[in-house]
C-alpha cells in the first residue's frame, strides 16, 4: 500500500507539473491583451525587457500565428541546390550556391547550431537592397533609428545602406552569382545622415567567402576628408548615438566561421510578428511600438561563443524563427558573463516587384540594459532586388556618397 500511495503522489505532481507549465507557456491565446493585471502569462514567452515594460502599463495583443512565404525563386533554389551543401573544417559552407542551406535541421545533430546559423545567415533578404537613396527607379528614405537614454530623451540618427550578394542570387541576373566576385559573400556601405555632428561618415564592407579572411572595412570621415582603414575590432565597436556594433545589425551581422555555436531547447517566443503599422507607431522617449499585435512564433535558440577571447561579447543567446529563419532576439553577455544587451524585433509582409507576398524585417530594438538605453530602428520602405552592381562598392563611391548625403 505504501507504494501505491507512493505511485499516486508521484502521478499528481506529474499532472500538478503539467499543469503549471501548461499555466505558464500554454495559456497564451488568440485574442488576449497582455498588461500589468496578468504579466505572467507572457513570463518566458517574451523578452525581459519587453515584460518589464508590460509590468508598468504597456499592453500587448495576442492574434493567431500566421507564418510567412519566401518568394517561390527562393524556394526554388532551396530544393535544387540543398541536398548538396555541407560544412567544411573551419565551419565554412561547401558546395552552397543558393536558397536555404539547410531546410531540415536535426536537433541531435553536433553540428546543428551552426547549420541553423548558416540558415539565419542566408535566409531570404533579396539579392539587393536599398535605404535612404534611389536605386534602379525607386526612392527611399532612410533607416530611423530613435536613441533613447533612461530619462526619455531622444536623438534621431538617419542611417543609409546598399547592401549587394554577388552570388547566392535567386531573382537578379546574373544568377546564381556576378562573374568575377565570387572570392566576396557580400558588399556593404553605410552613411551616417544624422545627428549633425555624424552627417555623412560613410563606412565600406566587403566580406570575403574565405572562412578565415578577415573582412575588409573603410571609413570616409567628412571633417578630415580622408579615407582611413579600419581594424576588424571596430566591429566590435558600439556605433553612437545607438546601441549598435557592426556586427548587432539585423540581430547578427559577423563573420559565421568566427564563432561557435550549440543548439539550446527550442522555446516560443512573442513577436510582432505581421508589422501593421510601417513606419512604427510611438511615442516620444518611449521605445516600443504602439497599436501593434504579438504572435507566438516556434524559434531556435542557439547559443553563440567567439573564438577569439577578445571578442567584445563573452556570449549570445540568438533566437532564431524556424518559419523565416531571422532573428526574433538575442541575448548579449559582457566580458564578465552578465547581461549586457537584449534584442527584439518585428517582421512585416513585403511585396516584391512582380505581386509576390513576401516578409522582410520591421521594426528592432536594441536595449543597453546595464545602462539603461534603447535604439529603436524602422524604416518607410524596403526596396529590394534594384539592381545595384558591384561598381558601386569602391572608395571613391563612398566619398561620393558622402558629399551627396545619400545614395
Keep these: 500500500m505504501k507504494y501505491g500511495k507512493s505511485i499516486i503522489g508521484l502521478f499528481i505532481g506529474f499532472i500538478y507539473l503539467f499543469g503549471m507549465v501548461h499555466l505558464c507557456n500554454g495559456d497564451v491565446k488568440p485574442g488576449d491583451v497582455i498588461g500589468p493585471k496578468n504579466w505572467e502569462k507572457a513570463k518566458g514567452l517574451i523578452q525581459p525587457a519587453v515584460l518589464n515594460e508590460i509590468k508598468n502599463g504597456y499592453q500587448v495583443k495576442v492574434r493567431e500565428f500566421k507564418p510567412h512565404n519566401n518568394p517561390r525563386e527562393y524556394d526554388e533554389a532551396t530544393k535544387k541546390y540543398a541536398g548538396g551543401v555541407k560544412i567544411g573544417p573551419d565551419g565554412e559552407l561547401i558546395n552552397y550556391i543558393a536558397g536555404l542551406p539547410f531546410p531540415e535541421i536535426d536537433t541531435s545533430d553536433p553540428q546543428a547550431g551552426l547549420k541553423a546559423i548558416w540558415n539565419y545567415y542566408f ?113 566590435c565597436a558600439t556605433k553612437a548615438p545607438s546601441d549598435y556594433t557592426a556586427d548587432d545589425v539585423w540581430g547578427f551581422q559577423g563573420k559565421v566561421t568566427l564563432f561557435n555555436y550549440k543548439l539550446l531547447a527550442p522555446v516560443k517566443l512573442l513577436i510582432v510578428n505581421h508589422q501593421k503599422h510601417v513606419p512604427m507607431k510611438n511615442k516620444k522617449g518611449f521605445w516600443l511600438p504602439l497599436d501593434e499585435e504579438v504572435e507566438l512564433v516556434d524559434v531556435y535558440d542557439i547559443e ?104
Design 123 to 235: 535566409r531570404w533578404r533579396g539579392d539587393d537592397y536599398l535605404f535612404g537613396g534611389s536605386a534602379g527607379g525607386r526612392s527611399v528614405g532612410p533607416m530611423s533609428r530613435h536613441c533613447i537614454n533612461k530619462y526619455g530623451n531622444e536623438i534621431l540618427n538617419d542611417v543609409g545602406q546598399i547592401y549587394l550578394k554577388p552570388h547566392a542570387r535567386v531573382t537578379l541576373d546574373p544568377k546564381p552569382k556576378i562573374p568575377g566576385f565570387e572570392n566576396i559573400d557580400e558588399f556593404y556601405i553605410s552613411i551616417v545622415q544624422s545627428p549633425r555632428d555624424q552627417a555623412g561618415t560613410t563606412t565600406l564592407q566587403k566580406r570575403y567567402f574565405d572562412p578565415l579572411k578577415e573582412d575588409d572595412l573603410w571609413i570616409y570621415i567628412p571633417s578630415l576628408r580622408r579615407v582611413r582603414r579600419l581594424p576588424t575590432t571596430q566591429r
Design 304 to 407: 553563440q561563443t567567439p573564438k577569439d577571447p577578445a571578442y567584445c561579447y563573452s556570449k549570445k543567446i540568438l533566437r532564431v524563427s524556424k518559419n523565416t529563419f531571422s532573428c526574433a532576439g538575442i541575448f548579449g553577455y559582457d566580458k564578465k558573463g552578465e547581461l549586457w544587451k537584449e534584442f527584439w524585433t518585428s517582421h512585416r509582409v513585403l511585396t516584391t516587384r512582380d505581386g509576390q507576398k513576401t516578409w522582410n524585417f520591421g521594426f528592432n530594438a536594441s536595449i543597453d540594459v546595464q545602462v539603461p538605453h534603447y535604439t529603436t530602428t524602422d524604416s518607410f520602405d524596403y526596396p529590394v532586388n534594384v539592381g545595384i552592381s558591384p561598381e558601386d562598392y569602391s572608395l571613391r563611391k563612398i566619398t561620393t556618397v558622402s558629399r551627396m548625403g545619400g545614395f
